[in-house]
């Protein structure tokens, strides 16, 4: 069974400075990685993910999560945010052996950017 | 072209009754999964479809059911309804399973009273 630890519920961050939002995950196969975000009253949508390769990966609006196995990691990180990435978070995890059990989640983070 | 629809938004139902909600995948999309997200939760998986059959099923009690049609839209039925079932169910569609790009709709808010 995986699991998806995100550490914190809530971030507040002032507008413009760096942030960074903490995933952990636990699995006894390999795993594939993933960062969605959820606007007010929308569906999720992926931001990025990490199926393979690099370790480092990117999305076109300046986040990017980088990929640590040996700390079952999973972090995002965006050096100056905006008060349009005001969303919930979610870190999510599929195992690689063929993707029919879902993706499973963490409890979210709540990203607060204060002006 | 059209993302991932779902009907109805929001349903509101009483307890022991039962509750039928719609998806439309995106065009060219084979397998609809669908998750139920509890305030304050992240999505918990509930099942994928692939090609009209059942492909991976979480742990949700036989209450829960879904099937997928020819045009590989999808419904998923939950019967018997528990004051636990209020929560917000999201579909989400991928190529094929085992494809990890999952599109999901906007969700349908199903408040049980």
């Known amino acids: 069974a995986q699991s998806v630890t995100q550490l914190d519920s809530q971030v507040p961050v002032f507008e413009e400075a760096p942030v960074e939002l903490r995933c952990n995950y636990s699995?006894?196969?390999?795993?594939?990685l993933f960062w969605y975000v959820q606007y007010p009253n929308q569906g999720l949508q992926l931001l990025l993910k990490y199926l393979s390769g690099s370790t480092l990966v990117e999305s076109i609006n300046g986040f990017e999560a980088e990929f640590n196995k040996s700390q079952t990691s999973f972090h995002l990180r965006k050096p100056s945010v905006h008060i349009s990435d005001t969303a919930e978070y979610f870190c999510?995890?599929?195992?690689?052996?063929?993707?029919?059990?879902?993706?499973?989640f963490g409890k979210g983070t709540h990203l607060i950017i204060q002006p | 072209d059209a993302g991932v629809t779902q009907s109805p938004t929001h349903l509101i139902k009483t307890r022991g009754q039962q509750v039928t909600l719609r998806c439309s995948p995106i065009s060219g999309h084979k397998s609809v999964s669908w998750y139920q997200q509890v305030l304050g939760q992240g999505p918990q998986f509930i099942f994928q479809?692939?090609?009209?059959?059942?492909?991976g099923r979480g742990n949700f009690p036989d209450r829960f059911s879904a099937r997928q049609f020819p045009n590989y839209s999808s419904e998923l039925n939950v019967n018997a309804l528990l004051l636990g079932d209020s929560a917000l169910y999201l579909c989400?569609?991928?190529?094929?399973?085992?494809?990890?790009?999952?599109?999901f709709g906007p969700g349908t808010r199903l408040t049980v009273t």
């Open positions: 999510a995890v599929s195992d690689s052996g063929g993707g029919a059990d879902g993706l499973t």
């Open positions: 699995s006894s196969v390999s795993v594939y």
């Open positions: 989400a569609s991928s190529v094929y399973v085992g494809s990890y790009e999952q599109y």
């Open positions: 479809y692939y090609e009209k059959e059942e492909r």
